[in-house]
């Protein structure tokens, strides 16, 4: 058909887009160089002398060594399956910062 009934592939029920079941190691490389670069420049401001109640949280927080790879690779999800989802299936995962650590009580 044609005109605004047309049918497309998100109308017949198909898959708009594909999102792969589990990460390939590019993506996990990905994960652990842009982790690695935010730990540089958090390492960078702690050595310049700057205080922020914002950097000493983060401070906190595990470097991309010390992480567990449940930790890197998957984020909270209250709906997902013991409670983590996929870092890949958060939309735009690269730009948005991750929180390092479950939340207290999961």
């Given at each position: ?31 652990r160089k842009r982790l690695k ?34 930790d890197k690779y998957f984020t ?31």
């Open positions: 058909m044609l005109g605004a009934f047309r049918s497309t592939l998100a109308c017949l029920g198909g898959p708009a887009w594909h999102l792969p079941f589990r990460m390939s190691p590019t993506r996990k490389a990905n994960v670069a935010a730990d540089k420049v958090v390492d960078v401001l702690t050595q310049s002398g700057v205080t922020c109640r914002i950097l000493e949280r983060i401070r906190k927080e595990p470097k991309e060594h010390e992480m567990l790879s449940k909270f999800s209250r709906h997902g399956r013991n409670y983590r989802k996929g870092v890949h299936r958060v939309p735009k995962f690269t730009r948005v910062p991750l929180p390092r650590t479950m939340p207290k009580g999961f």
